[in-house]
Nanobody
């Protein structure tokens, strides 16, 4: 069974930084693309960053230049470095994996990020 465990969330002031981690199990991690989604209260879940099995990255326009996704295949872990955080980045953040062309419908507990002064 595929499982994701996110960590590293917290309360941070605008302009601050956080690093999220997501440990994945139940998959051959190195073979698949990974992504970070976020969901703010009252809004739909949105994909903010992806990294392919080969390390190619893509970002939503809203986070480009501020967030960096990376992966450590030896640890089955994907990271999201978030810099220059804004109040509109406040959301629960989730990781997921893409099998073929489909993101799984499995979700972890998420990591809550709150950006506020």
């Amino acid at each position: 069974q595929v499982q994701f465990v996110e960590s590293g969330g917290g309360l941070v002031q605008p302009g601050g930084s956080l690093r999220l981690s997501c440990a994945a199990s139940g998959i051959s991690f190195r073979l698949y693309a990974m992504g970070w989604y976020r969901q703010a209260p009252g809004k739909q879940r949105e994909l903010v960053a992806t990294i392919s099995s080969g390390g190619r990255t893509n970002y939503a326009d809203s986070v480009k230049g501020r967030f960096t996704i990376s992966r450590d295949n030896a640890k089955n872990t994907v990271y999201l470095q978030m810099n220059s955080l804004k109040p509109e980045d406040t959301a629960a953040y989730y990781c997921n994996t893409k099998i073929g062309s489909t993101w799984l419908d499995n979700w972890g507990q998420g990591a809550q990020v709150t950006v506020s002064s």
